[in-house]
DNA sequence: CTGAAAGCGCTTACAG
DNA sequence: CTGAAAGCGCTTACAG
């Protein structure tokens, strides 16, 4: 680079030494190589819905001549005449790709969907422009960079998928549900989830259970609540309203939240946090009141994220499949794309609870 | 999509009651609006370098109606006239991008790249299909999906980003170093990050200090280990070849390695190890021979990795700024290719020493 | 100052 | 069975 400039245009061939670059072959190379036109070509190279037909004898041909020449295909030229890219567009709930991609849970989902397109052999392209509203990144997913879409942790009152899908834009939604055309989805059973942790805290002998809620705008933390709601009374129990409190991903409130639990006139004995980092912050709320987990106050969490803070809190949680998820859903949609007959639309993965050191009988 | 084939063309608008979907406007739907042509629309809305030329009043109003329009350029026409993709292809190593993602170095790294397309709004594409050698992999390089390349972790031998540099498709190496036209690098210190390991055990009163080394295909086994026989001769201490060991990625080699140092008549008191993993792995072999760390064993690692396992394990090492690496490396690729003056082809960043309680005084 | 045209590489309907 | 042509949406030389 401190030899000469960038750009190719701005130079000429004899004054770089080391230039042994090749204009990439075209089909249009391996047409005249071939004596046949074009479009013989790429029949032959594509299993063809083309109409152009073409003899055994030349079709050998053909294809011998392109490998040998290297051919391959340009993906811009395909994209634009309207075929397949062969590639995903990754979009990330409302946050910007760099706060997601530190995020343990997108994380651990990315390396399944790695797994999932490598397999397929797609390609998978993250756009650096935020997408904010589906109204205005509509256009930026229709031009010819992606066949589809991995929507991760999108707002439940976000209309990025039903944007997608009433413009036919295959969507896989990851963590949420729709019933939509053209969307799959893939999640944890989360009434599964939920019912496993209240089922161990009730089996401890707790009665006052309390629910530190997710983001509100996350259909999990709906799903949970409700599950919680429906577990206590399935038990007999009547907790009061004040033990249903709103949680947030931002630490102060998440405290916060959790403070103001432990310091009602008769406060939990248990919590369930509606993910592992809420659960944490209850922990760092118990702390600081003085109270020791689990003798003074037990709690499960949910995801069994694989972080350091997780393990070496010993925090008793519910484990999701967070890389099977997006592994599966990625085939899913690539298969959907491929328009694979009776592909499914929906899988949903079972928790699984994890004992760690943050839960105790009650006394 | 359990209510309809998923092709566009397979299905009449009719049939499917949800369709607000709309074509795509195109330059010519915008000009057509102006009342322009075509390339009067391209020239205001690039920063123009064509010959083009529009009066004031033309340029705003094609603007105002481009705006109005929601236009949006399509990518696909644009890599194939020739023009700026705006994103960059990420390339692991030798390995294949689903083990990649999974490794913590990687990982790391990945989240900077991350954050420097984003700063950039630019793009980052994950091929499928993994590279293996650069001549079988060139023309998927440059069909029109990438303006340039970001390769982390290639092994010395590669002809990857040669062949990237004479065919001038601009390259980012992190974690290793070219002089090549085209490439731009990133990587640590590596001589400065060997002193600080070797300083800090020779300071705690070590004299048989042993090296166990990386794969022998990364560059920066080879740096540290020339850093480690240098610190050793300027201290005036004469170490035996036996305590320059291979090391190797993989668990059963690393920790035999590391074993056979142990087992020497006269073994080391300190180990500095080539990087964290196979630190953990020399913490291993020490536990099966019944040595305790740091008491028997002194050991220091390289990266400081930001996964549970260093942390719990107590792990002094060398800290490389990962996040940062990954950022500023990207953010200097792009400045080439978008041919800032005076970008700089090289950046070397600072190690830091992290103490923890797996090093103390020798005995 | 502005418009019409060529062409990037491909695929698919259309003629022979 | 095979070839020539149109056109996807864009940018950039080239004519007016």
Redesign the pocket.
């Known amino acids: 680079m401190t030899k000469g400039p960038i750009s190719t245009t701005e130079q000429s061939d004899e004054s770089l030494g080391l230039d042994d670059r090749v ?9 005249a190589r071939a ?9 032959v ?2 299993a ?12 050998s041909r053909v294809l011998e001549i392109a490998r040998e020449m290297r ?4 993906a ?3 994209a ?4 397949a890219t062969k590639t995903l567009a990754v979009l990330f709930g409302t946050e910007k790709a760099s706060v997601a991609v530190t995020n343990s849970y997108v994380n651990t989902v990315w390396q399944g969907i790695i797994l999932g397109v490598e397999e397929a052999r797609y390609n998978v392209i993250i756009l650096g422009e935020p997408w904010r509203s589906a109204d205005r990144s509509l256009s930026a997913l229709r ?2 960079r992606a066949d589809g879409v991995i929507a991760i942790g999108v707002p439940m009152e976000s209309d990025l998928v039903a944007t997608l899908s009433s413009n036919r834009i295959p969507v896989l939604v990851i963590g949420g549900d729709s019933d939509l055309d053209f969307v799959v989805s893939v999640d944890v059973d989360n009434k599964a989830g939920a019912t496993l942790a209240m089922t161990h805290l009730l089996e401890l002998g707790h009665t006052r259970i309390a629910y530190l809620a997710g983001p509100e705008y996350q259909a999990s933390t709906w799903e949970r609540r409700e599950t919680y709601h429906g577990e206590l009374r399935r038990a007999g129990i009547a907790a009061p309203d004040a033990y249903d409190v709103p949680g947030s991903n931002r630490p102060e409130d998440a405290i916060e939240s959790a403070g103001r639990l432990l310091e009602l006139p008769e406060p939990p004995t248990a919590i369930f946090a509606a993910n592992d980092k809420i659960a944490l912050y209850a922990m760092q709320a118990a702390r600081s009141k003085r109270l020791e987990v689990p003798r003074d106050l037990s709690i499960v969490g949910f995801d069994d994220r694989p972080v350091r803070e997780v393990e070496l809190s010993g925090l008793t949680t519910i484990r999701q499949p967070l890389a099977e998820i997006g592994a599966v859903g990625t085939k899913m949609l690539i298969a959907k794309l491929q328009g694979v007959a009776g592909s499914p639309s929906r899988r949903v993965f079972e928790p699984q609870l994890i004992v760690r050191t943050s839960t105790a009988a009650a006394i």
């Open positions: 204009k990439p072959v075209s089909l249009r190379d391996v047409a004596g046949v036109g074009v479009a013989a070509v790429s029949s190279l594509n063809a819905r083309s109409t152009t037909r073409v003899s055994e004898s030349t079709r051919y391959q295909p340009n811009a030229a395909r634009l005449r309207g075929g031009d010819g």
